[in-house]
């Protein structure tokens, strides 16, 4: 995630030889500090993150979850491949609002599962062939908890300076800053507001329906037809995210009229629950993978068997953890390509 940005940085602080910045719409309670040091050649940045060390890991390490928050803001990411492991790669592109793809890759140096996370990364080309001609970034990410909050420990290493100052110039800060707040943003207010939807842990089965801005139309078209009424507080928009989001980066506006999150009861009290998924927010929809069978057990050795039994022989897109929207979850697809979430909600 470099050189791609359009702004550059927020002050000079001479006397350190250092740059120091402060991102302006960070929640006021979390550290965020950001220094590149002249004299080594390094970007120091630290970084605290209001929930538990696993989850943070995991945003850093699923494919999924990248590909939602790693680009800013019109970017979005499409991963081709991730093989996490020492000596494996991941493989993306960053992709333009006009669908311009520009191809990066990050090898993995070391791991140490919720520790530390290394990699190289570089420009190329879909098959992973490195341009030599731009240079790299050693990244070492070292992750750390302390009362419920995690925090990351960046390291940048460049062979130049001047490779440096060119990241800065670009907006290199200012582009990690808004893709940080984009995971934040979407899955704490969706999910906030299906905790507003079930307030109790008696099982259900959900199916949950993904669109690319029609959910309102088609959920619309499903009331009058099982004739049930929303539950809730009905069609929730992504301008209708949470007051507690206030300092995140602002919704864009091709974006603030769509649906967040709805809930439907149809035939026999099963719940169609739906969400738009926007480009803009990094999300790649296509028929297949915009239908999951939603289930949400009572106990979380339910939702355990439930998940290693259905996903046997299927593919896991997300292992089964507790989030910081305050589920135990999970999602993959069984050996029939069906797809499913598992939900525990935790209270």
């Known amino acids: 995630m470099k050189r791609q940005y359009g702004m550059g940085l927020s002050r000079q602080d001479k006397t350190r030889n250092n740059f120091i910045t402060k991102p302006e719409n960070m929640k006021p309670a979390l550290l965020f500090d950001f220094t590149v040091n002249k004299e080594n ?7 605290e993150f209001d929930a538990n060390l ?4 995991q945003a850093w390490t699923t494919a999924e979850l990248l590909d939602q928050w790693w680009a800013p803001k019109p970017y ?3 991963t081709k491949s991730l093989d996490l492991k020492e000596g494996g790669m991941w493989l993306y592109a960053m992709v333009s609002p006009q669908d ?14 919720n520790k530390l996370l290394s990699w190289l990364d570089a420009f190329c080309d879909e098959n992973g062939n490195e341009n030599t001609i731009k240079p790299r970034s050693l990244w070492t990410n070292n992750f750390t908890e302390t009362n419920g909050i995690t925090t990351v420990n ?3 290493k460049h062979d130049k300076l001047e490779d440096i ?4 110039e670009m907006g290199f800060k200012e582009g990690l800053t808004m893709a940080l707040g984009n995971l934040d943003q979407y899955l704490e207010a969706q999910f906030k507001l299906r905790m507003q939807n079930k307030t109790s842990n008696a099982a259900r089965v959900c199916t949950y329906l993904n669109f690319d801005g029609k959910t309102e139309e088609a959920f619309l078209f499903y009331k009058s037809v099982f004739r049930t009424e929303f539950i809730g507080k009905g069609i929730e928009r992504f301008e209708d995210i949470p007051a507690s989001t206030e300092n995140w980066p602002p919704v864009a506006d091709s974006v603030k009229k769509m649906v967040l999150h709805v809930e439907l009861p149809i035939t026999g009290n099963h719940i169609l629950m739906g969400t738009d998924a926007p480009k803009e927010m990094g999300f790649t929809l296509t028929k297949g993978n915009n239908m999951h069978i939603c289930i949400e057990p009572e106990t979380r050795t339910e939702a355990d068997r439930l998940f ?18 305050g589920a135990y979850f999970g999602e993959f697809s069984d050996k029939y390509g069906i797809n499913w979430m598992i939900n525990f909600q935790n209270k």
């Not at 793809?101 to 140490?112: R, S």
């Not at 100052?165 to 800065?168: A, D, V, Y």
């Not at 290693?308 to 929207?325: C, H, I, K, Q, R």
């Open 41 to 47: 050649n390094t970007i120091v940045i630290k970084r």
């Open 54 to 57: 696993e989850l943070v890991w």
């Open 76 to 78: 979005h990411i499409e």
């Open 165 to 168: 100052e060119k990241m800065i």
């Open 100 to 113: 311009e793809k520009m191809w990066c890759k990050a090898d993995y140096k070391t791991i140490e599962t």
């Open 308 to 325: 290693n039994e259905l996903s046997a022989g299927g593919n896991v897109t997300m292992p089964m953890a507790d989030m910081f929207f």
């Open 154 to 156: 960046i390291t940048l």
